[in-house]
Structure formats: structure tokens, C-alpha cells
């Protein structure tokens, strides 16, 4: 063959080569599928699925940035970066950049706490102050029986108070945990305080939180960054996680800021969290997921009796740092969070390897969060996150009438409903949303911005609303 018509050979076998290089590998096929395949919580019955594309609900809810980590098979399949970490830069968020993760620090702070149960430094059942050294909680008329445990304050039965917190804008002065506990200056929350018998039943608190990080470092001697580095993070293989407040110059490179749910950005980039167990870790979706897979299949860092008994379920739903669920015979474990400027959320199944995190750096990122969830459920053939589908009935505009009013909630917010255009509409604060009719006294929002809610009368004759699990009476007009 002369040197031409080698090169010519060549030339047709690069060709026809092309088409098998540029071939989308299976993986890259379900992950295109995923990317194109958002949906809404809810269809209405007989219409087809409506799939939306990831960067136009990006663009829909103000999300700069977006990272996704899905696990198949009991290891992480695909992890991707979407958009921007930083809108002014106009930097990529790539699998490896950082994002607060808000309430999912507890689930690993958790683990945290149950390795030195391990080692016989703590005990689950013990009352926390026989080992709180540089503060107690203050006892009161509801701890004369039963007191606050490592297990109650895990699982969010202890009966203590502060739900979340704010965190600390850039070159404000940052509580220590005693001031924090106390409530007092420069601490922007209350004090955390037992308000009902612990034991007695859920309340979410991420205050007790803060007393478990103070528990380990009085037991310890050290603090609870460096213990979590050691016990969790490091066996795990979680490099560049950190539960590092405030965030240090290297690391803060590599990290998502923080943007309001109107894009705006936050001053700063982002504020600092010196509530660690309760919010401070900074983490990718694929290394958060090393955690999740030892949920799943334990032995690098933790025993498969301290993963059982952290999967065994409190009142609420509830086990120690996990949030716990169950559909068609598919045990599960999740968690949510919400930081000034980032929303994220794990969920995975206990006993298949399958699961997903999905980590945003924008106010409005749980919806979006939500749809991703939904695409990757379709895709994967999970049990959960499917939409639901919803029939829709005619209804009496008396009926409607009937249930229009403000209605409070015990300590919460007040719900406005309304009847515009022959449908409810519920409102909070300055938005609203139409609500749909699938039984005389039932109603859904379509994007699932609004609960399930049902109009009940009670015995005394007063309307009440009931919607995610609280119930809100008509205030008189």
C-alpha cells in the first residue's frame, strides 16, 4: 500500500469511527433523560406527562447553580454541576463545588455523636447534664421526671426550642455556643429551652442540636469540626467537606454563593453558621452521598447495629439526624434543608443503594430541588416522588363562598383564602396560589406550592383549615 492510499485507509476508518465515538454512553442517555424530564408534583387524570427542561426551571425560580448526585446500584452512577456558583464571576458549578447543607449537617452530625456512643464515651439514655461541663440545661417544671437524652435530642423529642436558624452576615460579631444556648448577645435566636416534658413527643428542633455539638465538645475536650473530620468525614472519604464556620480561603474558591429567590445575591456570599451540627457543613452532592451509601451498607465508619438503631423510628417520623418513610414496601431515610440562600435534599432507600442529592444555591431551590427528584424517580423507577395524579370536580361557588376567611395557625402564620375566577386561592404573605377541587371540602395547588388542604367544620361551628399536618381556625371578621 503507497503512503497516499494509507493515509486515504486511515482517513475512512477515522470516519467511520465518528459516529461510535460521539455515541451516547447509557449512563449519559438516562442522565439527558433526567435533565429534559422535570415535572410538577401533580397531573390532572387522562393528560399526558408535560417534562420540562432543567435549565428553563433554573431560569423559572431564580437558581443560579445546581449540583445533583444520584446513586444506582449501591455506588454513585453520575454527579453534575448545572449553571453558575457565582453570577457575577460566571463561574461553573461543577461536581465539586461546595454548598451549604443547611439541615442535612445533622444527619452527619449525628454519626458524629453515635461513633463516640461507640467508644462508650456517651450513652444514649443518660441525661445530657451529667456530662455537660461548661453548661446545663436549665431544669424546669418539665424536666422534673424526664430529662433530655442524647437520643431525644437526635431525634427531636427532647422538647426543646428554636426550630432553625438565620445564620450571621459577613462582618457581623458571631455568638459563642453558651451565648447561642442563652440567647443572648450577639446571638440572633432565643434561648434554647425545654418548653414540654422531653419525651412527650416530635418538635423539631435544631436548638437541640447546638446542646448535642456542646455535649461532645465538654465530653471530648475538642472541637466538633476537628471530631467529625476524624470520625466521619475522614473514613469516609469526604476530602473537601467541612463542618468549617467561617469558611476558609481555600475552600471558599471553590464554593456556591448564596442568592435570594429574586436572584439577588448575598452580601458576603453567603452568612456563616456557628450552629455546626445543626447547619454548618459545607459538602458536595457526591460526597454527601458517601455518607448516604453508609446508611445504606455500613462498616467504613460506622457499626450496622449504631445504622439500625439510627433508622429506628421516634415519634414524627423520625430517627437519630435521618427523616424516615415507607411507600409500596420501600423503607426510605431523607432529609431537607434550607439555609439564607441555599436549598438542598437527600433521599434514598435503605436496602436497594438507590437514592439522590440535589444541592442549590438559591432561596427558591427546593421546588426546583423537588422536580429533579421527580425526573430522577420516573428515570430510575423509584416508588416515591412520583406525580400524582388528580381529578378534578366541579364545586357549588356557595361551597367556595362558604370557605372564604383569614385562618391562623397556632403560632404560625395566617392563611388568606379567597374565591377568584370560580376557584380558591391561598395566600401567605404577598403571593398566592389557585387551588383546585377534588372533593367538596379538598383542594391541591398543581405545583404543590400549597399542602393538601381540607376545610373541616368543627363541633362549635367554626371552619377550620387543615393543611400539612396543623390545623388553622377561621379568625371572626
Not at 465538654?218 to 476524624?230: C, P, Q, S
Not at 378534578?392 to 374565591?419: C, E, K
Request: aromatic share 8%; proline share 6%; hydrophobic share 40%.
Amino acid at each position: 500500500m503507497t503512503p497516499r492510499n494509507f493515509i486515504a485507509a486511515a482517513v475512512v476508518c477515522a470516519l467511520a469511527a465518528l459516529p461510535l465515538l460521539r455515541a451516547a454512553t447509557p449512563t449519559e442517555e438516562r442522565i439527558a433523560r433526567v435533565e429534559n424530564g422535570l415535572q410538577k408534583p401533580n397531573r390532572l387524570k387522562g393528560s399526558p406527562a408535560e417534562p420540562m427542561k432543567l435549565a428553563e426551571r433554573m431560569e423559572h425560580y431564580n437558581v443560579p447553580g445546581v449540583s445533583v448526585a444520584v446513586i444506582h446500584a449501591g455506588r454513585v452512577e453520575w454527579a453534575r454541576g448545572y449553571g453558575q456558583r457565582g453570577v457575577e464571576s460566571g463561574a461553573p458549578v461543577t461536581a465539586e463545588t461546595l454548598f451549604q447543607a443547611a439541615s442535612l449537617s445533622k444527619g452527619v452530625a449525628a454519626a458524629v455523636a453515635m461513633r463516640l456512643v461507640e467508644q462508650g464515651k456517651l450513652s444514649l439514655d443518660e441525661d445530657v447534664n451529667a456530662k455537660l461541663r461548661s453548661w446545663k440545661v436549665p431544669d424546669n417544671e418539665f424536666t422534673q421526671t424526664e430529662k433530655v437524652t442524647l437520643r431525644r435530642l437526635l431525634s427531636h423529642n427532647a422538647g426543646l426550642t428554636v426550630h432553625g436558624f438565620p445564620g450571621y452576615a459577613q462582618g457581623t460579631a458571631m455568638p459563642a455556643l453558651v451565648q447561642l444556648l442563652d440567647g443572648k448577645p450577639p446571638a440572633n435566636t432565643a434561648a434554647v429551652r425545654v418548653t414540654k416534658a422531653p419525651g412527650s413527643g416530635f418538635s423539631y428542633s435544631g436548638g437541640g442540636y447546638e446542646v448535642m455539638q456542646l455535649l461532645l465538645e465538654d465530653v471530648t475536650g475538642r472541637r466538633f469540626e476537628d471530631l467529625a473530620r476524624e470520625l466521619i468525614l475522614d473514613p469516609l472519604g469526604m476530602k473537601l467537606s467541612a463542618y468549617e464556620q467561617p469558611l476558609g480561603e481555600e475552600r471558599a474558591r471553590n464554593a456556591a454563593s448564596a442568592y435570594r429567590g429574586d436572584g439577588k445575591a448575598i452580601a458576603g456570599r453567603w452568612h456563616t453558621y456557628p450552629e455546626k451540627t445543626a447547619a454548618g457543613l459545607w459538602t458536595t452532592p457526591s460526597e454527601l452521598a458517601r455518607w448516604v451509601m453508609e446508611i445504606q451498607k455500613p462498616g467504613k465508619a460506622l457499626k450496622a447495629e449504631t445504622v439500625k438503631t439510627m433508622l429506628t423510628k421516634s415519634p414524627g417520623d423520625y430517627g437519630l439526624g435521618i427523616g424516615l418513610g415507607e411507600t409500596a414496601g420501600r423503607a426510605s431515610f431523607s432529609h431537607g434543608g434550607a439555609n439564607e440562600g441555599y436549598r438542598c435534599q437527600y433521599f434514598a432507600y435503605r436496602d436497594s443503594g438507590e437514592g439522590a442529592i440535589v444541592m442549590t444555591n438559591g432561596d427558591n431551590g427546593s421546588d426546583l430541588a423537588s422536580e429533579i427528584l421527580r425526573s430522577i424517580a420516573v428515570e430510575y423507577g423509584w416508588v416515591d416522588y412520583l406525580p400524582k395524579e388528580r381529578t378534578v370536580v366541579p364545586i357549588d361557588a356557595a361551597v367556595l363562598a362558604s370557605y372564604v376567611g383569614d385562618y391562623a395557625f397556632p403560632g404560625g402564620p395566617v392563611v388568606r383564602i379567597r374565591v377568584k375566577d370560580g376557584h380558591l386561592t391561598s395566600a401567605i404573605g404577598t403571593g398566592s396560589v389557585v387551588l383546585l377541587a377534588e372533593a367538596p371540602d379538598s383542594f391541591f395547588d398543581m405545583d404543590g406550592h400549597a399542602p393538601p388542604t381540607k376545610f373541616v367544620k368543627a363541633a362549635d361551628g367554626t371552619m377550620e383549615l387543615h393543611a400539612g399536618g396543623g390545623v388553622a381556625k377561621r379568625k371572626k371578621p
